[in-house]
């Protein structure tokens, strides 16, 4: 199966990097869908959360990482509920705290028992 790495620049802050690893499911025809955005509006150096939403995977154990700058950044709380939806998918919430600083890139990476292979590298443009 090959991935996808989808980069967004915000406002020439930083960068978000969510990797999308796309994976097999007998439960679902469409792949996962994984989108990463700021909760509130982006200021330098005024503290904000980034939110890594993964939805329509299967089966329900997965594995969530954040980076900063190809670092592991630790959470505050890593723990994470994980839903499931009507098509016998499930989806999932993670959050980083963050300060964003000019240059910082900020990357959610995703582990699943059903991905050919795993990616945590995130690059500037």
Not at 11 to 19: A, D, G
Request: hydrophobic content about 35%; charged content about 20%; aromatic content about 14%.
């Amino acid at each position: 199966m090959a991935g996808q790495q989808i980069q967004w620049r915000l406002k020439n802050l930083y960068f978000v990097s969510l990797f999308f690893l796309q994976c097999c499911s007998t439960h679902a025809s469409d792949q996962p869908e994984m989108i990463v955005y700021p909760r509130d509006e982006l200021i330098e150096d005024e503290e904000n959360t980034l939110v890594c939403f993964i939805n329509k995977f299967y089966p329900p154990a997965l594995n969530i990482s954040w980076t900063k700058n190809n670092k592991e950044v630790a959470v505050e709380n890593p723990f994470f509920k994980i839903v499931s939806n009507s098509d016998g998918t499930f989806h999932v919430f993670s959050y980083l705290n963050f300060v964003p600083k000019q240059g910082d890139i900020y990357s959610c990476t995703v582990k699943h028992e059903n991905l050919r292979y795993e990616s945590n590298h995130a690059s500037k443009e």
